[in-house]
């Protein structure tokens, strides 16, 4: 299947950093496909190239697969929702959203129908005649979507869709746009420096790094199976134990071989276990299939459902995490200070060579 | 800022000061022009009789026509350039050059541009008239034009004109409905500045409007009817000239906003 | 449209009115000025630093300074008495201080010709301040009010006071009160936080409002000419003379571009001065 947008090998430099460097990706069809990094990652330009706004050094942009490198943005069918809103000041929030259509040329009661047909998509029917000025964070954006997907685009952009609305609405706005996305079947390609927010929503997740994706693929597979340490240091919260990738694990220093599978060629590897994989007991245990250590309570943090528990670990220069369900006999019983042993099974770690 | 209560009766009482002395002078103007005996020194009664004199004097109302004509090219001119000027500042990466090119025309002294212009117009053979003071004061008023829509350019979101363009308008569509719209009332804030300084500038227009009568701008006759022969007429043409301006000022200043200029 | 077109549409008009009106007109002053004055009032074309010598000649270098003098009481008082009225302002709260300072620049905006004759008729030996004194006993004859420095210093402070209060503003309501408080928490008294802390962080305001006052200031014509009576010549009259009644061009040309270059170089102080104390220059 062609995707609806994509970049072929596609570069930009400002000066002599490359904000984008060499990247190629697609989206699908009626796909939620979330750009995700830190800031200066390079997916807010990479964003810009496909709407049309920076002209790439090297690379295609493709939609349906024809190239459309050279067509301007405003003959381009794809629209974007900027992370200000961008909305027109002067104009009405019906005036904001026909404003597409009059540049198409549309006229008449086939825009009036089309513009209510949007306001209602986005439930603002009630607010046509109001100005932006008069209008809540929320209702901006959701002005900001009608206006974008009004004109029908193969792909809608948004930029940083969620990042001016306080916390409590970004989770409603989240739901919101996964419904509108739903219910147009437009593909949304958006950008974000929230990882919760790129997990919560899309199909697919790029995760870029210095203006490369550093990894490409489902919200369970990035964070189940992290491709390198970036990524596994990025999403979540992660254990990492430096040393040797050996047959069965990995060699750490001052602890010896810890099980894992993968393990085989001498190399320097990094053992990756989440927090919530490891298992917290109050007394000694041995096994011959987990790996286990023993270490001392440094810190807990109190997280409602679950509490972290930083375990000192000798030969460790950060603490070991350990996720303990708040609601268990273990969490209850943990104090500062306190020796604890903690266990995993070997296929919870994952060996990142390094 | 200030917590302690004295520090600020004291602030409070000097800065009361400051208006009295920025006031006094010209509330004293308007008292007098009220003045039937036309004396500061003794009040004889109130009367509008130098209002009359004033709109019967056949010179005042000539070169009122003049300044009016001057004011409004100049005006015109500046509001365009000056505006277009403001936009193509905002695009440069770096405008320091620029910015000192800007403040020049509105910091030099009067006297220097004038005669600098006097020598231009007289070594190129131009005739000199209303056109030549219209292109002098398009000089500084595209300067002031400049800052002002420069200021409004501020909290201008550049990313509505580029959501335009991706909703399929073109660059100059873009300009006519979204930008200019937006910028309007940094504009006509700009315009507002350009006119009133026009109609009060004196040594420029002095030095470029060439002999003769028909050329004579409203402070041209000001300073010869202040220089040669106080006539109580004049209070009324300051009464009217002030409140004109302020007036003018307070709309431009309405327009904007932020912060004065 | 390429990004060099447009800036070749917008900015172009603009340069291209400047180069004409500005540029070449101060070029042509400055070719004047190293050319000769020709028998009737021309120009000869014969090159000539005399004019710049002549500038040197006691009589007009004499101009210079005592242009220079009253510019500078015109600025030390604007300065003093503008400070207070600019921390006031900021002082002040914040819905008013944009209203007070519309308040101080409404006066600069409106006609110089007129509120300088505004003066007369107060200073006038029949004037308003002079009948003041007689009626309340405080003077048995007219002060000499007009027709001197003193009246040419008060009407330059009253030209140019709100420019002074604008400059200091902008620069005194950048300060972060935390800081003012800061100092306080450690200690300093009122004064001390105003001399160590405030003042300062405000030198590129004061330097600003000094500067342009002071150029303002000296190079003013209308001000010496209508209260100064014409006894006191400052630059901008040696000028206005040279041009309208000496016909002597190249000499006055001469004597403008010795103004610019005093502008100038006040304008470079004014420029270091606010890099060094870290603000901008000046933000009109």
């Known amino acids: 299947m062609t995707a609806v947008v994509a970049v072929d090998a596609i570069a930009k430099r400002f000066g002599a950093v490359a904000a984008v460097d060499e990247v190629t990706l697609g989206v699908a069809e009626g796909e939620f496909f979330a750009l995700l990094g830190p800031s200066g990652c390079g997916k807010t330009t990479l964003l810009r190239l496909i709407a049309g706004f920076e002209r790439p050094d090297t690379g295609r942009v493709l939609l349906d697969g024809r190239d459309i490198t050279a067509i301007p943005p405003n003959r381009r069918p794809v629209n ?15 005036g904001n959203v026909s404003y597409g259509l009059e540049m198409e040329g549309m006229k008449g009661p086939e825009r009036s129908r089309r513009v209510a047909e949007a306001l209602d998509l986005v439930r603002l029917g009630d607010l046509a005649k109001r100005r932006p000025d008069q209008l809540s964070g929320g209702q901006r954006q959701r002005v900001a979507l009608a206006r974008a997907l009004i004109k029908r685009p193969r792909a809608l952009l948004l930029d940083e869709p969620l990042a001016a609305l306080d916390k409590k609405l970004r989770g409603e706005m989240q739901v919101e746009l996964k419904r509108l996305q739903h219910e147009t079947g437009i593909a949304f ?62 060699e750490v220093e001052g602890l010896g071989l810890l099980k894992a599978e993968g393990g085989q060629s001498g190399e320097a590897a990094t053992l990756a276990v989440r927090p919530e994989r490891l298992r917290v007991h109050l007394a000694p245990i041995s096994s011959e299939s987990a790996n286990t250590l023993a270490g001392t309570v440094v810190d807990i943090s109190y997280l409602g459902q679950d509490q972290l528990v930083r375990v000192r670990v000798a030969g460790q220069s950060t603490p070991v995490m350990a996720r303990v369900a708040s609601a268990t006999d273990v969490a209850a019983r943990v104090t500062l200070g306190r020796k604890v042993w903690c266990e995993w099974p070997p296929e919870d770690g994952r060996v990142l060579l390094t | 800022m200030l917590k302690a209560p004295l520090s600020r009766r004291v602030l409070g009482a000097h800065l009361g000061l400051v208006y009295l002395f920025l006031y006094g002078p010209i509330a004293v103007l308007v008292a007098l022009s009220f003045n039937e005996s036309g004396l500061p020194t003794a009040w004889t009664g109130f009367s509008v009789e130098w209002y009359g004199k004033m709109l019967a004097n056949a010179a005042i ?43 020049m025309p509105m910091i030099i002294p009067d006297i220097v541009l004038a005669i600098a212009l006097l020598s231009f117009f007289t070594a190129l053979d131009f005739t000199l008239g209303l056109h030549s003071i219209i292109a002098a004061h398009a000089v500084f008023n595209i300067a002031f034009v400049c800052v002002v829509v420069r200021a409004t350019l501020k909290h201008f979101d550049k990313s509505i004109v580029e959501a335009s363009i991706d909703l399929g308008a073109s660059e100059s569509r873009t300009f006519l409905r979204i930008t200019l719209p937006v910028i309007f009332p940094g504009v006509l804030s700009g315009a507002l500045l350009a006119f009133t300084l026009s109609v009060d500038e004196f040594i ?22 202040i220089r040669f022969g106080v006539t109580p007429e004049i209070n009324a043409v300051a009464t009217i000239v002030l409140g004109v301006s302020f007036v003018l000022i307070l709309v431009s200043q309405r327009l904007r906003r932020d912060e004065p200029l | 449209m390429s990004e060099l077109t447009r800036r070749l549409v917008l900015l172009g008009p603009g340069l291209a009115w400047f180069a004409l009106f500005l540029v070449a007109p101060c070029a042509i002053v400055f070719v004047y000025s190293f050319l000769e004055r020709g028998t009737y009032g021309g120009i000869d074309r014969v090159f000539t630093l005399e004019n710049y010598t002549r500038a040197a000649d006691p009589l007009y270098l004499g101009i210079f300074i005592s242009s220079a003098r009253i510019a500078a009481m015109t600025t030390l008082a604007a300065l003093l008495f503008g400070y207070p009225a600019a921390y006031g302002i900021a002082a002040a709260p914040k819905r008013w201080q944009v209203p007070l300072l519309i308040l101080v620049m409404l006066p600069f905006w409106s006609n110089y010709l007129i509120r300088t004759y505004a003066w007369i008729v107060l200073l006038n030996r029949e004037g308003l301040i002079n009948h003041g004194l007689e009626v309340l006993g405080l003077a048995d004859e007219p002060l000499p009010l007009l027709y001197n420095d003193f009246a040419i210093v008060v009407g330059l402070v009253y030209g140019y006071l709100p420019f002074m209060v604008l400059a200091l503003y902008s620069s005194i309501a950048r300060l972060n009160p935390e800081t003012l408080e800061a100092s306080a928490d450690l200690g300093a008294s009122g004064l001390r936080t105003f001399l160590r802390v405030t003042l300062p962080l405000t030198v590129p305001g004061i330097a600003a409002g000094c500067v342009f006052v002071f150029v303002l200031s000296i190079g003013n014509f209308i001000t010496p000419d209508l209260l100064g009576g014409g006894r006191t010549l400052m630059v901008g009259n040696l000028i206005f003379n040279q041009f309208l009644s000496a016909r002597d061009w190249p000499f006055g040309s001469g004597l403008a571009f010795l103004l610019i270059a005093l502008m100038m170089l006040l304008l470079l102080v004014q420029a270091v001065v606010a890099r060094r104390a870290g603000g901008a220059g000046l933000h009109a």
């Not at chain 1, 974007?80 to 019906?94: E, G, I, K």
């Not at chain 2, 001057?70 to 500046?78: E, G, N, P, Y």
């Not at chain 2, 028909?214 to 000001?222: K, L, V, Y």
């Open chain 1, 80 to 94: 974007m929702m900027f992370q200000s809103y961008a909305l027109f000041p002067h104009m009405s929030v019906s």
């Open chain 1, 189 to 250: 390609l958006v950008v974000t420096h929230d990882q919760e927010e790129a997990l919560a929503m899309a199909d697919r997740i790029a995760l870029m790094q210095d203006g490369r994706v550093a990894q490409m693929d489902s919200p369970r597979a990035l964070y189940e199976r992290p491709a390198n340490r970036f990524v596994a240091g990025f999403i979540g919260l992660m254990n990492f134990f430096e040393g040797r990738a050996a047959a069965g694990g990995v």
């Open chain 2, 61 to 103: 109302r000539a070169a009122v026509v003049n300044t009016l004509i001057v004011a409004a090219f100049s005006t015109l001119i500046a509001t365009a350039i000056g505006t277009l000027l403001a936009l193509g500042m905002e695009r440069l990466r770096s405008s320091a050059a620029m910015d000192a090119a800007i403040y």
């Open chain 2, 204 to 225: 420029i227009a002095y030095f470029t409007a060439g002999a003769g009568p028909s050329s004579t701008t409203f402070p041209m006759q000001i300073y010869s009817m």
